[in-house]
């Protein structure tokens, strides 16, 4: 059997699942997209219901210092994740809330979210669910240790912090000079101090370093090893 694929709880779960970590910046969401695409699996980025609760959390409270756990819980409380072609995608009061998740405010607040315990399980739980009625790519914290310790298949992508700065910046589509990579390269080193105990490949993910890779080249590594393990 191939490194880092695991046999599944056949009595819990019947779909194929692949989990994809990593720390910040290392392309995982974008990768794990490709991946399900490329499988025909749906991608389940568990971000996006961070951002979406910190989202709903910001239309009734914009002092996040304010925020608790429980008025975060509460405010999530009509988020749903549901499938479209390629993706599963949050909800909230019936309506896709993309272009609001990904906004300015919401990024300056996410991160106080994601530490929240209780949050960190409503997330797990329906990231979970999702993974219980189709196969899936998933990403984000602790996917190959925590959420899916059975998964078929793991992955931890790493990458060197510089490189990563460089393809935030880009991603941003904003010019960039050596300032900027530097102040960037900062900051993804601040992120990955912060996020430490929460990015740790578990013992059988087979990790990749895409420093030298194209996404492409990344993309078909994690593909190859999928049929590997699902032949």
Known sequence: ???????????????????????????????????????????????????????????????????????????????????????????????????????????????????????RQWVNEKVKGAASSADVVVDGRDMGTVVFPDADLKIFLVADSRERAARRLRQRGTPTSQQLLDDETMRIIERDIRDAGQTVPAADAVVIDTTGLTQLEQVEQIVTLSRQGSG
């Open 1 to 119: 059997m191939t490194q880092g694929v695991t046999a599944r709880d056949k009595g819990a779960r019947k779909t194929f699942v692949i989990a994809i970590d990593g720390p910040a910046a290392s392309g995982k969401s974008s990768t794990a997209q490709m991946v399900a695409e490329k499988l025909g699996y749906l991608h389940v980025d568990s971000g996006s219901l961070y951002r979406a609760a910190t989202a709903a959390m910001l239309r009734s409270e914009k002092v996040a210092s304010q925020w608790t756990e429980q008025a975060v819980l509460e405010a999530a409380r009509p988020i749903e994740l549901r499938a479209a072609r390629t993706s599963f995608y949050p909800v909230l009061e019936g309506r896709a809330i993309e272009d609001e998740i990904r906004g300015a405010e919401v990024t300056d607040n996410v991160s106080r979210v994601a530490q929240m315990p209780l949050v």
